[in-house]
């Protein structure tokens, strides 16, 4: 049986063989480790996991997980402080955030990376200002158009996006996709192109706070060598590190 240590392993190798085959640099290319319904301690062995690796290879940068449940994202949290307060772990929402949540969500989070509509931005932009804090976030995007997947639609998100950087409170990073769900690898690839598209669009306007929305989150365990092939410069893995979830 192979461990986690092998596991993660594999999957930053799958990581660099796919940046060089597109002629990138691996290290324009980071994992997160996609944490949801894994239990405290089967998150900290990964992380410790994902330190080494990266400190293997000359890369002393925050390990990266993502959570999709604020309950979840609460109940790890206590674990977790030390190594997000000392700046070695960074721990991005990456699943629906109802309005309700935020005030919970806050004090756990380095990157709300599912910010898929005006009025929730808002609301999280109000909440930061009024703590004297400056959140890193990301818009979400529905590339596929899928009905079962949360995100703006890619004509409305250069829009969202601008307005989303010129809140108060907020400093927008970059963009957030899941992939379609399809085996047809050139529709995965035209949703991935999509996002950066939307991504170089916003760059280029110029408007006021866009300047450093870089970050690409997109691709998953199946997907992510397209992902990327497309300019990914955060590729979030689950079921390749931690196995099958149990059905929800
Ligand atoms: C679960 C999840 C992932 C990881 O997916 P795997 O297929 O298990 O690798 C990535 N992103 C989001 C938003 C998720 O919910």
Do not use: Y
Request: net charge negative; with cysteine; charged share 25%.
């Amino acid at each position: 049986m192979p461990t986690l240590h092998d596991r993660v392993l594999a999957a930053r190798t799958r990581i660099d063989d796919a940046a060089r085959t597109a002629g990138r640099d691996p290290s324009e290319v980071r994992l997160l480790l996609a944490t949801k319904t894994q239990d405290a301690g089967t998150v900290l062995e990964a992380v410790l996991a994902a330190t080494e690796i990266a400190a293997d290879r000359g890369d002393d940068g925050a390990v990266l997980i993502g959570e999709n449940r604020v309950q979840e994202l609460v109940a790890k949290a206590p674990d977790l402080a030390d190594l997000v307060a000392a700046g070695r772990l960074e721990v991005h929402m990456i699943g629906n955030l109802q309005r309700n949540k935020i005030n919970q969500m806050l004090p756990t989070v380095t990157v709300l990376a599912s910010i898929d509509r005006l009025p929730l931005a808002e609301a999280v932009a109000q909440r930061c200002t009024r703590a004297g804090r400056v959140l890193d976030v990301m818009v979400q995007v529905n590339v596929s158009a899928e009905s079962s997947k949360s995100g703006a639609a890619p004509s409305d998100a250069t829009a969202l996006a601008t307005a989303v950087a010129a809140l108060d409170g907020l400093h927008l990073t970059g963009f957030m996709t899941v992939g379609a769900n399809t085996s047809d690898e050139a529709e995965v690839r035209a949703g991935f192109a999509r996002l950066r598209e939307v991504r170089d669009e916003v760059l280029a306007s110029g408007a006021p706070g866009t300047r450093d929305a870089r970050e690409l989150s997109m691709g998953m365990s199946t997907d992510l060598e397209l992902a990327v092939a497309e300019g990914a410069t955060t590729v979030r893995v689950g079921t390749a590190v931690f196995g099958e979830r149990p059905a929800a």
